[in-house]
């Protein structure tokens, strides 16, 4: 077996066979300007950005015009917090989020409090479950936007958008949802969960980085104001040349990402419950999150008695997360984390597991012997040997 | 963060790691840190004619932490007691190339070395 082991695919996947081939057939025969309409090169590129649009509005069950491509889902989840809070500022200025959301949003709509925006930051249960009746109690007369992310990018639970976006619809305020981890796992289907602003990554799917995709619902979202200026690209919402051949690889990523959600979710759900079974076993290691209610790749897993750092580079045969950032004694650990109720020590002593289409049996195996023994390892090093129990 | 060859190789394969046989009268015992804050630290010795003969270590660390009570105890097996007290958190880092942010765990094994010296200290009286 090679290591490495890459179990980070919630940070980025690799890209698929076929979307290089797609991507490098477009840098080659593609290269004509999109928006050069009165020649074949521009109208020929053109083409592959409308292609690449209906693959992305597919996999979420939205029409191709409601579909702006970005750089990726960090400029999405921007463009959906900033450019709808400012455009529906003279409706209100309060928008409801969480805790746990990804920095695009948080930062966002910290950026949005220094123009005079109030929000509210939600936090998860134990479980790092957003009760959806918390988001109905945290809106005010003045709330114009809810953002909750659908799969938790740390922990892997997945939120009840369905019932949020009712929540949101009832009121008529905008629901945006942050669905770079979920798309491709999960079922997303934007009219029946009532989502009117969601972000989608090209990495997190087997596509390219640098792109990524805003889906803008036209019957609700009729603006939002653009952060960039100077061009009318993007109906003049993402103004720039539209990057031909990132958005062609990650319109076919998200075509075999609907092709094969069911069977790709079925059989990583099965890797990620072997490997929860291998390390349930071991003492003092902690499942974070809902037990049920989780995304198929990301398992997240704390460990009493083991200093965070040790922990992670006596794991250098694997590739994973820290889940919290913990280099360093002034690194705050994760809010994420935190709000499971988990001490500061514990936050920092977590490892993201997430898996993929290429992950087998094999590695996880692997990865459950790597873990015992670095675990076993620090624990018979430190001063006290009790596993202390939380 | 950066990770020298040698924090590496003691990591992999820390020397005198444990504990040592005995009481009180035997083994002094030295320690320093606090394991919530992410750092705890315990050494014993065992001190024979003012010399020491035998040093072990215990850790709750990061890698330089763990490495650095492994290249103390190698360094002052067989030296003066007196060693206790003059090595420094200066050195141990110098020796590991460890990054600045790494200097108050060096400093908190330099703490644990004197108090594992002043045990020492209180059993001659």
């Known amino acids: 077996m090679k290591t490495p082991i890459y179990m980070d695919y919630a940070a980025?996947?690799?890209?698929?066979?076929?979307?290089?081939?797609?991507?490098?057939?477009c840098l080659r025969s593609g290269y004509g300007n999109p928006a050069s309409t009165a020649h074949q090169f521009g109208r020929d590129a053109g083409e592959m950005v409308d292609t690449a649009r209906a693959q992305v509005a597919k996999l979420i069950n939205a029409a191709p015009e409601e579909i702006i491509f970005t750089s990726?889902?960090?400029?999405?989840?921007?463009?959906?917090?900033?450019?709808?809070?400012?455009?529906?500022?003279?409706?209100?200025?309060?928008i409801v989020t969480s805790v746990a959301e990804h920095p695009a949003v948080l930062e966002s709509c910290r950026y949005l409090e220094t123009e005079g925006f109030s929000a509210t930051y939600l936090t998860p249960d134990a479980n790092g479950i957003i009760e959806p009746a918390a988001v109905q109690s945290a809106l005010q007369s003045g709330t114009v936007l809810v953002s909750i992310m659908h799969v938790n990018n740390e922990i892997g639970v997945v939120q009840d958008i369905a019932a949020i976006g009712r929540i949101c619809r009832d009121a008529?305020?905008?629901?945006?949802?942050?669905?770079?981890q979920s798309a491709g796992r999960l079922s997303i289907d934007v009219r029946s969960q009532s989502i009117d602003l969601l972000s989608l990554s090209g990495q997190?799917?087997?596509?390219?980085?640098?792109?990524?995709?805003?889906?803008?619902?036209?019957?609700?979202?009729?603006?939002?104001?653009?952060?960039?200026?100077?061009?009318?690209?993007?109906?003049?919402?993402?103004?720039g040349t539209v990057a031909t051949h990132q958005v062609a690889g990650m319109g076919l990523a998200c075509e075999i990402a609907r092709a094969r959600r069911v069977d790709d979710a079925q059989q990583i759900e099965e890797l990620r419950k072997r490997l929860w079974r291998g390390l349930k076993k071991l003492p003092g290691v902690l499942l974070n999150g809902h037990p049920k209610q989780r995304v198929c790749h990301i398992l997240s897993v704390s460990v009493t008695g083991v200093e965070g750092e040790s922990l992670h580079y006596g794991l250098c045969e694997l590739a994973v997360s820290a889940g919290s950032a913990c280099a360093t004694e002034t690194d705050?650990?994760?809010?994420?984390?935190?709000?499971?109720?988990?001490?500061?020590?514990?936050?920092?002593?977590?490892?993201r597991f997430s898996l993929g289409r290429q992950t087998s049996e094999a590695e996880i195996d692997f990865a459950i012997a790597q873990f015992s023994d670095v675990i076993a390892r620090l624990r018979a090093l430190a001063p006290v040997s009790e596993v202390q129990l939380a | 963060m950066?990770?020298?060859?040698?924090?590496?190789?003691?990591?992999?394969?820390?020397?005198?790691a444990g504990t040592l046989p005995g009481n009180a009268n035997s083994v002094s015992s030295g320690?320093?840190?606090?394991?919530?804050?992410?750092?705890?630290?315990?050494?014993?010795?065992?001190?024979?004619?003012?010399?020491?003969?035998?040093?072990?270590?215990?850790?709750?660390?990061?890698?330089?932490?763990?490495?650095?009570c492994s290249l103390a105890t190698e360094r002052l097996t067989g030296q003066p007691v007196d060693a206790l007290v003059e090595l420094t958190a200066e050195s141990l880092a110098e020796t590991l190339e460890a990054p600045v942010e790494k200097m108050g765990r060096m400093l908190l094994i330099e703490d644990a070395l004197r108090n594992c010296f002043i045990a020492w200290d209180n059993t001659q009286a």
């Open chain 1, 12 to 25: 980025a996947t690799p890209v698929d066979e076929r979307v290089i081939e797609q991507m490098v057939d």
């Open chain 1, 72 to 94: 990726g889902a960090t400029e999405a989840d921007n463009l959906a917090l900033i450019g709808a809070a400012r455009f529906r500022s003279q409706a209100g200025r309060h």
């Open chain 1, 172 to 180: 008529d305020i905008l629901f945006h949802v942050d669905a770079a």
């Open chain 1, 204 to 239: 997190k799917i087997y596509g390219p980085k640098g792109v990524g995709a805003l889906f803008m619902n036209r019957q609700r979202v009729r603006r939002i104001e653009p952060l960039f200026h100077g061009g009318g690209q993007e109906r003049g919402l993402r103004p």
């Open chain 1, 332 to 351: 705050e650990p994760s809010l994420v984390l935190r709000s499971l109720g988990r001490s500061d020590q514990l936050a920092r002593s977590t490892v």
């Open chain 2, 2 to 16: 950066h990770y020298s060859r040698i924090v590496a190789d003691y990591f992999a394969r820390p020397l005198n």
């Open chain 2, 31 to 68: 320690a320093a840190g606090d394991r919530a804050l992410g750092t705890e630290v315990v050494f014993q010795m065992r001190v024979r004619d003012r010399e020491i003969a035998e040093m072990s270590f215990q850790a709750f660390g990061c890698p330089h932490t763990i490495a650095a």
